[in-house]
T-cell receptor, first 113, second 113 residues
Framework: KQEVTQIPAALSVPEGENLVLNCSFT??????LQWFRQDPGKGLTSLLL?????REQTSGRLNASLDKSSGRSTLYIAASQPGDSATYLC????????????FGQGTILTVHP | EAGVTQFPSHSVIEKGQTVTLRCDPI?????LYWYRRVMGKEIKFLLH????????ESGMPNNRFLAERTGGTYSTLKVQPAELEDSGVYFC???????????FGDGTRLSIL
């Protein structure tokens, strides 16, 4: 059974810092991994999707890496801003015939001015 | 392009009553998913439709939950009769294909009294 763990559970940083969020999964047989952000009372916004054959994906100030063999992914946020404050979730998908995502509990990020 | 839309945004009902949640996916997305987040837990998969067919319903908790997607467009999730432990936020997501990023709605917050 796939389990996804995110560390830390919460993080508070001053504006401008670079930061790393961690995600680990127990079963390395994944098809892809997706990072989301969730604002309070809102749905999930997809940030980055990494296929199992890829090592990293970048979008603006965000960079996500994937080490499938060790069951780890990191989300790097450069030059953090107060608007980055949200809950960040990672989710893994098992295989091509499975649409199901298995989620971690998320990291609550607060960036203060 | 309109995103995934869920109705209602909030629902408060008494134990034993029936509630129906609705999800309108992004136009053209054949894949539709239901997820649930109960208090303090991670988001968990309920089921996956491909068009009108149930591809995977392994996450449905019990037979009080009934999901339908007649005509392969919008979907409904009915809970009958509702129990206290059904309280949580129910998310719907859709994707063009099972391997593509899933796009989430804002969720329906369900409270059972």
């Amino acid at each position: 059974k796939q389990e996804v763990t995110q560390i830390p559970a919460a993080l508070s940083v001053p504006e401008g810092e670079n930061l790393v969020l961690n995600c680990s999964f127990t079963d390395s047989a994944i098809y892809n991994l997706q990072w989301f952000r969730q604002d309070p009372g809102k749905g999930l916004t997809s940030l980055l999707l990494i296929q199992s054959s890829q090592r990293e994906q970048t979008s603006g100030r965000l960079n996500a890496s994937l080490d499938k063999s060790s069951g780890r992914s990191t989300l790097y946020i450069a030059a953090s801003q107060p608007g980055d404050s949200a809950t960040y979730l990672c989710a893994v998908r098992r295989g091509t015939s499975y649409g199901k995502l298995t989620f971690g509990q998320g990291t609550i990020l607060t960036v203060h001015p | 392009e309109a995103g995934v839309t869920q109705f209602p945004s909030h629902s408060v009902i008494e134990k034993g009553q029936t509630v129906t949640l609705r999800c309108d996916p992004i136009s053209g997305h054949d894949n539709l998913y239901w997820y649930r987040r109960v208090m303090g837990k991670e988001i968990k998969f309920l089921l996956h439709f491909v068009k009108e067919s149930k591809q995977d319903e392994s996450g449905m908790p019990n037979n009080r939950f009934l999901a339908e997607r007649t005509g392969g467009t919008y979907s409904t999730l009915k809970v009958q009769p509702a129990e206290l432990e059904d309280s949580g936020v129910y998310f719907c997501a859709s994707s063009y294909s099972a391997g593509q990023p899933q796009h989430f709605g804002d969720g329906t917050r369900l409270s059972i009294l």
